[in-house]
């Protein structure tokens, strides 16, 4: 059992497995973004225990790169990205493809920032895709998301 410090005293944490699914088909113009947020609902805090990021290389582009945040509130917590004939994916805890940049450049260290993050109904999680192409992204992003979700309510 998991117990959780709040104002009023001490309250065990009831937790369960959830799972987000996104496959989003927006068109991303050039050197444009899509931000995705996924939150928990009141009451209730979430930990990522594992996640599935893919984005496919951009037809017809030319030159840039594309890429993959996660943030919580302003913070970013990890970011890859490709350039624009490569996929750009994240699989098995850790970049699977990310030829061009990753942040934290340690898998140790990516794993450690996304797990230890905690996210609120007022700090939801945010998946950001920048389309950093000279050409619109117009195929389908994959999102999932493995989350512990537990209740702080007593």
């Known amino acids: 059992m998991t117990i959780f410090h709040t104002e009023s005293g001490i309250a065990p944490l009831k937790s369960k497995l959830i799972q987000e699914v996104l496959s989003d088909t927006a068109d ?4 444009d973004a899509l931000e995705r947020s996924f939150t928990p609902p009141a009451g209730y805090i979430w930990n990522i225990i594992a996640m599935d990021l893919l984005a496919g290389a951009i037809p017809g582009a030319t030159a840039g790169s594309h890429e993959f945040s996660v943030k919580t509130g ?4 990890i970011t890859g990205s490709s350039v624009f004939g490569s996929t750009v994916a994240w699989g098995n805890s850790h970049w699977q493809n990310a030829d061009s940049a990753k942040l934290p ?3 140790n260290t ?4 996304l797990l230890y993050a905690t996210f609120s109904n007022n700090n939801p999680i945010k ?6 192409t000279d050409a619109i992204a117009s195929g389908t992003r994959t999102i999932k998301l493995y989350i512990i979700e537990r209740s702080i309510i007593s």
């Open 28 to 31: 991303v113009a050039a050197f």
């Open 74 to 77: 302003d913070i970013v917590l």
């Open 105 to 107: 450049p340690e898998s």
């Open 110 to 113: 990516t794993l450690m920032a």
């Open 127 to 132: 998946i950001e895709y920048v389309n950093g």
